[in-house]
């Protein structure tokens, strides 16, 4: 497992979900930040002139409803698109995208976490983010999908609901590192297909007192995700001239 490296915005958020404070699993805002990252992320790496160029001029945000305006959908955690001529484009301390309404969909992350009992609600989740990327492409255009689904490999873990504590005990409640690669592989072999990009973040995190957090290899996480915005960058400028 690596250390303390972060050069990226989305990974620095990812590892702040869990280090020094409880996983709730129950709290889908938490998955709705790390996805909005992506954006900060590409507007950083700077290799798209033009989503750099539109993003510093406020034509281009994050939507913060993650809905199209007079289009219907489901929600997804961080979609990114024109923003509604009539809308304004506001800026927070700290980031580089902008929030507003949006026309449309060019970009759609969905994030997903896989802390604990994977294989119990594997097929929910390749279901969920197989619908998200028909919902990110029912509101028209041409979006660009993107998937990120965080993978624990720790060897115990500890859930709450309340006060109440649900510890792994590694036979009726497996713990994460018995069910890691096979939740991988079928993320992979049954969700991944549906986007255009796709991103495993194996990590370790127990989710107990002091809710350390690791990566199980930054350096190979963070080149994987190096190249997707890259490629990304480069879709975008290729989809969106």
Not at 63 to 79: C, I
Not at 210 to 220: E, G, I, N, S
Request: charged letters at 25%; a positive charge.
């Amino acid at each position: 497992m690596s250390g303390n490296a972060a050069d990226f915005a989305l990974l620095r958020t990812f590892r702040e979900v869990f280090e020094g404070k409880k996983y709730n699993h129950r709290n889908s805002t938490l998955g709705d930040f790390v996805a909005t990252q992506l954006y900060e992320d590409l507007v950083a790496l700077n290799r798209s002139p033009a989503l750099t160029e539109r993003v510093h001029k406020h034509e281009r945000v994050v939507n913060a409803a993650n809905k199209t305006v007079g289009k219907p959908s489901r929600r997804g955690d961080g979609t990114f698109g024109e923003l509604v001529p009539t809308a304004i484009a506001v800026s927070e301390n700290g980031l580089l995208v902008a929030r507003g309404e949006v026309v449309n969909i060019e970009i759609g992350a969905e994030t997903r976490i896989l802390a604990k009992a994977m294989i119990k609600q594997i097929d929910r989740v390749i279901g969920d983010l197989a619908r998200q990327v028909e919902q990110f492409k029912k509101t028209g255009g041409n979006p660009i999908c993107v998937g990120i689904v965080g993978v624990n490999f720790a060897p115990r873990y500890t859930s709450y609901e309340g006060a109440v504590k649900w510890p792994t005990d590694g036979k009726k409640h497996k713990h994460p590192i018995q069910e890691a690669l096979d939740a991988e592989s079928r993320v992979l072999a049954q969700a991944a297909p549906a986007f255009d990009e796709f991103q495993i973040l194996r990590f370790c995190a127990e989710n107990n007192p002091p809710f350390a957090f690791a990566w199980m290899d930054y350096k190979k996480t963070a080149k994987e995700y190096g190249a997707l915005l890259v490629r990304l960058s480069r879709e975008y400028d290729r989809r969106f001239r």
